[in-house]
C-alpha cells in the first residue's frame, strides 16, 4: 500500500470521528420551535449546520495534509488527491450526521451532554463513519490494484456521489422529517 493513500485514509478516519451534525438537531431540544418558526426553509437551517461541520474539519485537513505533503514528499496529484477525498468525506460526514440525526432525535434532555454523549444518532453516525472507511479499505485488500492514483480517483467519485444523493434526500425528506419534529 503506498503511503500516500495511507496518508489519505488516515484523514479520512479522522474526519469521519468529528461530525458535529449528528446531535445538532438534537440540540435544539425543547426550543426547536423558534428555529422551525424563523421564516427559512429547512435546508437553509440543515445548509448552516453542514457549513459549522465544513469550518471545523476542512481546513485542518487541508492543513495536515499540505504539512504530510511536504514531509512526505507527495506529488502535486497525490496531494490533490488526498485533499479531494479528504474534502468529500468532510461533507459525507456532515450530510450523513444530519440525516441520522433527523431519523433519531433526542429532543427531551436536561443537560446538553446528554444530547451530545447519550444520543442514538451520535453514537448511528460515528458507526457509519467508521463503516465509510472500512468499505474503500477492505475493497483496496480484495482487489489490490496495481495503481492507487486510479483507486483514489474511483474513491472519490464514489463519495462524490454519495454526498448527491445524501443532499437529495436531505432536500426531500430530510425537510420533510423537520416539519415533523
Not at 1 to 30: H, Y
Not at 123 to 150: C, E, W
Amino acid at each position: 500500500m503506498s503511503m500516500d493513500l495511507i496518508v489519505t485514509m488516515a484523514m479520512v478516519f479522522c474526519v469521519a470521528l468529528t461530525c458535529t451534525t449528528a446531535p445538532s438537531i438534537s440540540l435544539e431540544g425543547k426550543n426547536l420551535w423558534i428555529v422551525k418558526s424563523l421564516p427559512l426553509k429547512a435546508m437553509d437551517i440543515f445548509r448552516s449546520k453542514i457549513l459549522l461541520n465544513l469550518v471545523i474539519t476542512a481546513p485542518i485537513l487541508v492543513i495536515c495534509s499540505t504539512v504530510l505533503t511536504a514531509v512526505l514528499g507527495f506529488t502535486i496529484l497525490e496531494y490533490l488527491l488526498i485533499v479531494a477525498v479528504g474534502c468529500s468525506y468532510c461533507v459525507f460526514i456532515a450530510v450523513a450526521g444530519l440525516i441520522i440525526n433527523l431519523h433519531f432525535p433526542k429532543l427531551e434532555w436536561n443537560t446538553q451532554v446528554a444530547a451530545v454523549k447519550q444520543s442514538a444518532s451520535v453514537m448511528l453516525a460515528l458507526a457509519a463513519g467508521f463503516l465509510s472507511i472500512m468499505l474503500p479499505i477492505g475493497i483496496f485488500a480484495m482487489l489490490n490494484p496495481a495503481n492507487p492514483v486510479v483507486f483514489q480517483v474511483l474513491w472519490f467519485i464514489a463519495v462524490a456521489a454519495a454526498d448527491a444523493a445524501a443532499f437529495s434526500y436531505l432536500k426531500g425528506r430530510g425537510a420533510a422529517l423537520f416539519k415533523e419534529l
